[in-house]
């Protein structure tokens, strides 16, 4: 299948940023569509324009931001739209920028039973057809990502074009630091389970011990047009981002240099600058030989 290597270079996954409602940020807004400088978004707890829909008896807590070509973030385990602040300042400026929090995270309400990526991809969806909003560009990062991937499998028709960072098919596409970080904290937090904080937290990283399980050839049937990310040290194993890549019909590739899963916080304005290229530029699929035969030609006529 023909592929475009995106020329560039980046990463994703956040692990542990600020489980339950009472850890969502506390930045500071008083008119969300004024943005000014001496302005402080609270995203994700802005009681001006946040709202509340309910979803397979889950109430999840979204916010809406700026105008025109909506744009979906979806953030990480044990993370909520706060996560995505220096995202949300950057493309709500020409972007309707939808962050819902996912549930069992940040305000969105906890589920009864056990949690997968299935449930909160078709959380997302409901939540498009909530809002009307038609065909959206999606950004989504670490679980966000794998959520991203799954919209395109499971609602082809809500997406036009995605960006996942740091995503994951399976629980082994994860390094070996990374799965036994997780099992430490898993059993920390399930050693404490009378505090909501440690009860969600223990759900979550149980989550990702057991899942995702999606086969690379499902990436198939993905039609959007879709740019992986990742870094260099990401904890996401290398191989396992490029076998994502591979399996994509209209792929592009983005490996970020020496930066980690962290890069959409550590340094958003490469990361942002990269993945609004790509939502900006139309897809064009690249010929290993044929395009590099045609810019080789071109620039030996210029230098003869």
């Given amino acids: 299948m023909r592929q475009r290597v995106t020329a560039l270079v980046v990463g994703i996954l956040l692990l542990q940023a600020g489980v339950g409602a009472q850890n969502a940020p506390k930045s500071s807004m008083r008119n969300p569509e004024a943005s000014t400088r001496n302005e402080v ?3 994700g707890s802005n009681p001006a324009v946040g709202k509340t829909f309910v979803h397979d008896g889950i ?8 105008a025109g070509q909506p744009l979906l973030l979806v953030h990480g385990n044990g993370g909520s739209i706060g996560n995505f602040k220096a995202q949300i300042d950057y493309f709500r400026k020409h972007c309707k920028v939808i962050a819902m929090d996912s ?6 309400g906890d589920s009864p039973d056990k949690i997968t990526y299935e449930k909160m991809t078709d959380d997302l969806a409901a939540l498009l057809d909530h809002l009307h909003t038609g065909p959206v560009y999606v950004l989504g990062w670490s679980d966000g990502g794998i959520e991203a991937l799954l919209l395109g499998i499971r609602h082809p028709e809500k997406v036009s074009k ?18 036994a970080w997780i099992k430490d904290t898993e059993k920390t937090a399930s050693a404490n389970p009378k505090e909501e904080s440690d009860r969600r937290e223990a759900k979550l990283m149980q989550m990702m ?22 870094s260099d040290h990401d904890a996401i194993r290398d191989e396992h981002t490029l076998e994502i890549y591979h399996h994509l019909r209209k792929g592009e590739l983005c490996i970020f240099p020496n930066a980690t ?3 959409p916080y550590d340094d958003p304005a490469l990361f942002n600058a990269t993945v609004d290229r790509f939502f900006r530029q139309p897809f064009v699929a690249k010929d290993r030989l044929k395009d590099l035969l045609r810019s080789w030609n071109a620039m030996s006529a210029v230098q003869q």
Avoid: F
């Fill in 41 to 43: 978004a609270k995203y």
């Fill in 59 to 66: 109430p999840l807590y979204y916010e809406v931001y700026g």
């Fill in 103 to 108: 549930r069992d995270q940040g305000r969105s």
């Fill in 162 to 179: 995605i960006a996942a960072m740091a995503a994951n098919l399976d629980p082994k596409g994860l390094t070996q630091e990374i799965l």
């Fill in 209 to 230: 011990l057991d899942e995702p399980h999606i086969p690379p050839e499902a990436l198939e049937a993905i039609t959007a047009p879709t740019l992986v990310l990742a």
């Fill in 261 to 263: 899963h962290m890069i």
